[in-house]
């Protein structure tokens, strides 16, 4: 077994529930056995070995002052990392304790600017304490969010599991700590690290106690507070005591800084789920990329405080009018305010992040440079004032932003940090050198006789030569030597009898003398009082600046608002954008709209779009690659940002205020979790089915591709009815199924509009304009060509999509030059076998000639027309298949095997006009499982 100092790390890493230890050292943090190798490993560290006890363990180190990086580069990879430090005890000896552990969610000297959320999510028990697995999904759950770096914290309550997956994409939390029965729901923690990158972390259970956790809300702020804020859920409150928790036994030391609660509610912000965010590339593309999305697009911003504000907009639009008409009177006084904005964000250029700066001085991390950005910063808001006044903005939002902050007590705290620290203090906070003189008397007067005993110490050299007649006198120190007189070897045997040798060197020798030792016995008493007395009056000054850390948080939330704000109308007045009427009627008129992010890197063709009362569902019908996608995304955009406060992309917009923006736009397969392209489609139908109101935003790009073309417009056409009548949400539905189109001659609400196409010689050019009515072709063979596909198959899909235009025979045609080419037909290489496509069936069914081929046709047509013919097609398809039973016991006589047979006789039994939507989705996708 371990003694000493291996076996101390090992009984501290027992005792913490950290991945990794770093205990201190001396000058150095080390880490031994596994998590020696774990951080050389992550880190690039050297090890080495250390004996204990006859064993030898793995051993890697970092110097004292360079802990941080390293700690946040574990952080950063998920760990969870345990900091214990060194203490002297009453006998003299070293010894150890965990001060910190460092976790994803509570570091706080981050590499990035964004927001950096430790979450907490809870749902009720049942009435017996169980807790299940299976029905945790059904809500509602708590939800609290804290950013430690900026004291951020908020708390609410959400429905069921869809809204908790947006929520927390939304945030998207560093750590998430789930409370007792969400940590047993294995799907839902699975959809969790599915959506999230952040670490999912188990904390103690009682912290979710409705008891203590209501205590630590009122302890933290205030009896009164969760009920004057609003937060009557005791779910919520139970996720935020449990953050509250965790954050005071990590030892973040930032609950100070957490100085207000903020509630928030369904009612207050847009719906906007993980789907859509991701769907309409809000902060970041379809591959991953932050480069080319929304955010990216009309983030202006000069400070990293206005990013993150900026980014919260977007992903969290309200529905409060009073906001965003002031967000909106805001950022059209600033885009028309050239001059003073353009002075408003050079003042702002010179800002730093005071959010930020008031958790690292609550935290005790901050250092004289730190309080230093929080003089300089402060030092801006005259500046800022002056920008503003005597101009167009005077009157504005933007100057109401400012008037926020108390810039009295801003200007009182930079004064008292002006005259306490020094122009160009060291990092190090116990060398002295952090305050100026004049700040405090005794400090001064350690100064004084410190820089007396250096002054000495630098004429020494010059003085012992002059006295003694020596050459090549210099004075020094080190750690080993302290100081001394440093004499050449060639005059060495010249120096006073007083000088003591103390090291010979090869072209010198080193002496001291009594006069030299006391003074620097001196000197090290000195720098040792300077010191203490220094850091001591910083740490008093540092706990001033904490104890406002409210202030502080104000003039950065102004300072990030005012960034925002400037940012937005900076992009407005550069690309000509304009500013949205918000209106109480349910409406979305948009005159020459256009995309805001791809207005940016093309020749954009603008276009109109009209949603209101009596035209509430458009379908859009155009070619493939015409630009039905953009023109849908851009509405939902428009949407978004006229309620995130923003000028739009458009000559004119009228905007009725929605609460949620739903899309469904294309799918990937997900197979690592069993789902298939069309069951992820389903999904997100369900989804919008489920969620949307009439007071929502719904695009659906494309539904029921996944599938037969049959039960794909089946499922369409139900959903387009069922939002038209059921949900009455304003929607823009994208379709090649031509089918879709009649419905505008029998639902009132429902219109045609297409993206027009031009048609000359065979040559076809999209125009990129929307027009009302419906096209009937989607040009899909157009679009295969302008991919590169080879000739000879654009060819002869032009054939085959002529000849079922007609509905007349297709030849299969097989390989000519032999060998068994795939796609051959039956009757071997080089024959050619006549086969009709049966829309009724969406297959093919065979032949002898090209007429019997075409009576199939007419009579699959008939079948499509009339429950007698259909009778006859489906007589005429069973007489042809009488060889299907002879060739196995697992297949009918009409050649399918009996799941497939049933599942056609339950389809036949459906009557679609009597079954609720929701329940027929449900049924295809049982039946598609079936049969795959």
């Given at each position: 077994m371990a003694t000493g100092i291996v076996g101390e790390f090992l009984d501290l890493k027992a005792e913490t529930d950290a991945d990794v230890l770093a205990m201190q050292c001396g000058d150095f943090y080390e880490f031994f056995a596994d998590d020696a190798e774990l951080v050389a490993d992550e880190l690039d560290l050297s090890i080495s070995q250390k004996s204990s006890h006859g064993s030898s363990y793995p051993m890697a180190g970092v110097p004292l002052s360079e802990l941080t990086p390293y700690v946040n580069a574990l952080v950063e990879r998920g760990y969870r990392v345990a900091v214990a430090d060194q203490y002297e005890t009453e006998g003299g000896d070293h010894a150890r304790e965990i001060v910190r552990v460092v976790t994803p969610g509570t570091v706080l000297e981050t590499s990035d600017d964004d927001a950096r959320y430790l979450a907490a999510v809870v749902r009720e028990e049942d009435a017996g304490g169980a807790t299940g697995a299976g029905d945790a999904a059904d809500g509602p759950y708590g939800l609290a969010f804290a950013d430690v770096t900026t004291g951020r914290f908020l708390a609410t309550t959400v429905e069921d599991g869809g809204d908790l997956r947006?929520?927390?994409?939304?945030?998207?939390?560093?750590?998430?700590?789930?409370?007792?029965?969400?940590?047993?729901?294995?799907?839902?923690?699975?959809?969790?690290?599915?959506?999230?990158?952040?670490?999912?972390?188990?904390?103690?259970?009682?912290?979710?106690?409705?008891?203590?956790?209501?205590?630590?809300?009122?302890?933290?702020?205030?009896?009164?507070?969760?009920?004057?804020?609003?937060?009557?859920?005791?779910?919520?409150?139970?996720?935020?005591?449990?953050?509250?928790?965790?954050?005071?036994?990590?030892?973040?030391?930032?609950?100070?800084?957490?100085?207000?609660?903020?509630?928030?509610?369904?009612?207050?912000?847009?719906?906007?789920?993980?789907?859509?965010?991701?769907?309409?590339?809000?902060?970041?593309?379809?591959?991953?990329?932050?480069d080319g999305s929304l955010f990216d697009t009309v983030d202006h911003t000069v400070t990293a405080a206005g990013g993150r504000l900026l980014r919260e907009w977007l992903t969290r639009p309200r529905r409060d009018r009073e906001t965003l008409a002031d967000r909106l009177d805001a950022v059209e006084a600033l885009a028309s305010a050239a001059l003073a904005r353009d002075r408003i964000r050079e003042v702002l250029g010179d800002a730093y992040d005071l959010e930020r700066l008031a958790a690292r001085t609550t935290s005790g991390s901050a250092g004289a440079r730190e309080l230093l950005s929080v003089r300089d910063t402060l030092a801006l808001l005259p500046d800022l004032a002056d920008a503003v006044a005597d101009t167009a903005l005077a009157d504005s939002p933007a100057a109401a932003v400012l008037d926020r902050v108390d810039r009295d007590r801003a200007a009182a705290l930079r004064e008292e940090l002006a005259e306490a620290l020094a122009e160009d203090p060291p990092k190090a906070k116990t060398g002295g050198g952090l305050l100026k003189r004049g700040y405090n008397e005794e400090l001064d007067e350690l100064i004084e006789r410190h820089e007396s005993v250096n002054s000495w110490l630098d004429g020494l050299a010059e003085r012992e030569k002059r006295r003694h007649g020596l050459s090549?006198?210099?004075?020094?120190?080190?750690?080993?030597?302290?100081?001394?007189?440093?004499?050449?070897?060639?005059?060495?045997?010249?120096?006073?009898?007083?000088?003591?040798?103390?090291?010979?060197?090869?072209?010198?020798?080193?002496?001291?003398?009594?006069?030299?030792?006391?003074?620097?016995?001196?000197?090290?008493?000195?720098?040792?009082?300077?010191?203490?007395?220094?850091?001591?009056?910083?740490?008093?000054?540092?706990?001033?600046?904490?104890?406002?850390a409210e202030l502080l948080q104000d003039a950065g939330r102004a300072v990030a608002e005012l960034d925002a704000l400037a940012s937005l109308a900076t992009h407005a007045a550069r690309n000509d954008w304009t500013r949205p009427e918000l209106t109480a009627e349910r409406r979305l008129d948009v005159e020459a709209g256009r995309h805001p992010v791809v207005e940016g890197t093309t020749d954009f063709v603008p276009n109109d779009l009209r949603l209101d009362e009596e035209r509430g569902f458009l379908i859009v019908t155009g070619p493939n690659m015409s630009?039905?996608?953009?023109?849908?995304?851009?509405?939902?955009?428009?949407?978004?940002?006229?309620?995130?406060?923003?000028?739009?992309?458009?000559?004119?917009?009228?905007?009725?205020?929605?609460?949620?923006?739903?899309?469904?736009?294309?799918?990937?397969?997900?197979?690592?979790?069993?789902?298939?392209?069309?069951?992820?489609?389903?999904?997100?139908?369900?989804?919008?089915?489920?969620?949307?109101?009439?007071?929502?935003?719904?695009?659906?790009?494309?539904?029921?591709?996944?599938?037969?073309?049959?039960?794909?417009?089946?499922?369409?056409?139900?959903?387009?009815?069922?939002?038209?009548?059921?949900?009455?949400?304003?929607?823009?539905?994208?379709?090649?199924?031509?089918?879709?189109?009649?419905?505008?001659?029998?639902?009132?609400?429902?219109?045609?509009?297409?993206?027009?196409?031009?048609?000359?010689?065979?040559?076809?050019?999209?125009?990129?304009?929307?027009?009302?009515?419906?096209?009937?072709?989607?040009?899909?063979?157009?679009?295969?060509?302008?991919?590169?596909?080879?000739?000879?198959?654009?060819?002869?899909?032009?054939?085959?999509?002529?000849?079922?235009?007609?509905?007349?025979?297709?030849?299969?045609?097989?390989?000519?030059?032999?060998?068994?080419?795939?796609g051959g037909s039956p009757g071997g290489d080089g024959e050619t076998q006549q086969v009709v496509f049966d829309l009724s069936s969406g297959s093919f069914s065979g032949g002898g000639d090209a007429e019997g081929a075409t009576a199939d046709a007419l009579a699959s047509e008939a079948g499509?027309?009339?429950?007698?013919?259909?009778?006859?097609?489906?007589?005429?398809?069973?007489?042809?298949?009488?060889?299907?039973?002879?060739?196995?016991?697992?297949?009918?006589?009409?050649?399918?095997?009996?799941?497939?047979?049933?599942?056609?006789?339950?389809?036949?039994?459906?009557?679609?006009?009597?079954?609720?939507?929701?329940?027929?989705?449900?049924?295809?996708?049982?039946?598609?499982?079936?049969?795959?």
């Open positions: 947006a929520e927390l994409y939304r945030f998207d939390p560093a750590e998430v700590l789930p409370g007792p029965r969400v940590r047993n729901d294995d799907g839902l923690l699975g959809a969790v690290r599915e959506d999230l990158s952040g670490r999912v972390t188990a904390f103690d259970a009682e912290a979710f106690a409705a008891g203590r956790a209501r205590h630590a809300v009122r302890e933290q702020f205030g009896r009164e507070t969760a009920d004057s804020v609003g937060l009557d859920s005791e779910l919520a409150v139970r996720a935020a005591g449990a953050v509250l928790s965790y954050v005071e036994e990590t030892g973040a030391g930032v609950l100070a800084s957490m100085t207000r609660l903020t509630a928030y509610g369904a009612d207050d912000r847009v719906d906007v789920d993980a789907t859509t965010q991701r769907n309409l590339e809000i902060t970041e593309t379809m591959r991953g990329d932050a090549h006198v210099t004075v020094d120190r080190n750690k080993t030597d302290g100081y001394y007189i440093q004499v050449g070897k060639s005059v060495a045997d010249q120096v006073p009898e007083g000088y003591r040798e103390i090291k010979t060197l090869k072209n010198s020798k080193r002496f001291v003398t009594d006069e030299l030792a006391e003074k620097e016995r001196e000197v090290l008493r000195l720098e040792e009082a300077r010191g203490d007395l220094e850091y001591e009056l910083f740490e008093e000054l540092r706990e001033r600046v904490a104890e406002r630009g039905k996608s953009t023109y849908m995304r851009q509405a939902a955009l428009i949407q978004l940002l006229a309620q995130a406060g923003s000028f739009v992309p458009a000559r004119a917009a009228e905007v009725g205020l929605v609460d949620g923006i739903y899309t469904r736009v294309g799918a990937l397969d997900e197979l690592a979790q069993g789902r298939s392209t069309f069951m992820v489609e389903m999904q997100e139908l369900s989804n919008i089915l489920h969620s949307a109101t009439d007071e929502s935003l719904v695009i659906l790009d494309e539904v029921g591709r996944g599938t037969a073309t049959y039960d794909g417009i089946s499922i369409a056409w139900a959903a387009t009815e069922y939002l038209h009548n059921e949900v009455r949400a304003r929607t823009l539905f994208a379709t090649h199924y031509h089918e879709l189109t009649t419905l505008a001659d029998h639902l009132p609400r429902v219109a045609n509009v297409h993206v027009a196409v031009d048609e000359r010689d065979g040559e076809v050019t999209f125009l990129r304009t929307v027009r009302d009515g419906p096209t009937n072709r989607s040009y899909g063979v157009h679009v295969a060509d302008l991919a590169g596909v080879p000739d000879p198959v654009v060819s002869r899909a032009d054939e085959v999509l002529d000849r079922l235009r007609e509905e007349k025979a297709i030849e299969a045609r097989g390989s000519r030059s032999g060998g068994g080419a795939a499509r027309n009339g429950a007698a013919a259909g009778a006859q097609s489906t007589e005429a398809a069973e007489s042809t298949a009488t060889g299907g039973a002879e060739s196995g016991s697992s297949a009918t006589a009409d050649g399918l095997d009996p799941e497939t047979r049933a599942v056609i006789e339950e389809l036949s039994d459906v009557d679609v006009a009597a079954t609720a939507p929701v329940e027929l989705l449900s049924r295809v996708q049982e039946w598609q499982e079936r049969l795959e």
